[in-house]
């Protein structure tokens, strides 16, 4: 199997996935071999438990990558308040996913300070939505 | 000097006077407050829309004494003048933001348009309210209550909002008549 050209992004509360996007190359959207997106999830979500064991052994907030298999990274970024950004990729450097977490970050401060977003749930907003995919294309 | 660019000189240096708060600060209070009554109200748009208007229309009565104590500004001889002031110094004063006044033919209504608005900052209207919940109502309480103290009774809707896609904050109100001796009957209420 090629290399997956999608880059899957988590945001994950305390007991749920509050937001997820798959961002595929231009061109090829819409392309996606579904057991290749589930294989995907599988591997973000099965990362959790060892994002739990990074947590305390740095003092940054992005913890680098934390779980590989085969030739897909889970890097991870941990708020201050607990919430965690996982990022399914295929080798990017290290300073490029730092830069994609700090922006995410600030999009999730701003939609924080929302007063209809309640902490630890769901996020449904679109504006959001579209504003990560933005800055996760850069990335591709 | 017209009275417009009176009241905007007279609107910056009050604004330099008072005390300031944080902008953040004071944008999350508000959405704490709307918040909580849309809590209170159980989802019901018209409700929170008229508690909304209800608690500017008590910050109404009270700011406007305040605000003709500190501003001196000069006696207003018609709805034109008054528009100005309230637009040019009291918004500046209080909120220090610039907006912009638009009079209408006749002159009984007149439009205030706020580039700038400090309460929606952040804020970003879910799918079930976008359409209904008037987030910056709080505004037309505000006008309707502090004009009514002046014997104008107005009556304000917002025609435009950020938050529903317009590229500004609009705000109309409308004189409905001239009140002819004390405040409203609301008032006696309070």
């Known amino acids: ?140 | 000097m017209s009275s417009k660019s009176s009241a905007a000189a007279n609107g910056q240096a009050l604004w330099a006077k008072v005390p300031k708060a944080n902008a953040e600060l004071f944008a999350l209070t508000y959405g704490a407050l709307v918040m909580e009554v849309v809590s209170d109200s159980d989802g019901n748009v018209d409700e929170i829309n008229e508690q909304l208007e209800k608690i500017g229309y008590s910050i109404g009565i009270r700011s406007v004494d305040e605000f003709l104590a500190k501003s001196n500004s000069p006696y207003c001889k018609n709805l034109e003048e008054t528009a100005n002031v309230l637009g040019k110094t009291a918004f500046k004063m209080f909120l220090g933001i610039n907006c912009d006044v638009q009079i209408y033919n006749p002159p009984t209504s007149f439009s205030l348009i706020l580039h700038d608005n400090p309460l929606s900052l952040f804020v970003e209207l879910p799918d079930n309210y976008k359409d209904t919940l008037q987030y910056t109502i709080l505004y037309c309480g505000v006008i309707r209550g502090a004009l009514e103290m002046l014997n104008y009774k107005v009556e304000c809707t917002l025609i435009k909002s950020t938050l529903r896609g317009d590229d500004v904050d609009e705000i109309k109100v409308d004189l409905k008549n001239i009140l002819q001796d004390g405040a409203g009957e609301d008032y006696q209420e309070e």
């Open chain 1, 1 to 140: 199997m090629a290399a997956n050209p999608v880059l899957l992004f988590l945001i994950v509360g305390k007991n749920e996935p509050l937001y997820e996007a798959e961002i595929t190359k231009r061109g090829i959207s819409g392309n996606t071999d579904t057991s290749v997106a589930r294989q995907s999830y599988f591997v973000v979500h099965s990362s959790l438990d060892l994002v739990d064991r990074a947590t305390w052994s740095s003092q940054n907030m992005y913890l680098k990558v934390v779980d590989k298999v085969n030739q897909q990274y889970v890097s991870t970024f941990l708020t201050a308040g607990n919430i965690k950004f996982l990022l399914l990729h295929s080798g990017k450097s290290e300073d490029t996913i730092k830069i994609f977490f700090q922006e995410v970050h600030e999009l999730y401060v701003q939609l924080s300070m929302n007063p209809f977003y309640r902490y630890d749930t769901p996020i449904t907003s679109k504006e959001f939505d579209k504003r990560v995919r933005n800055v996760a294309r850069r990335l591709v």
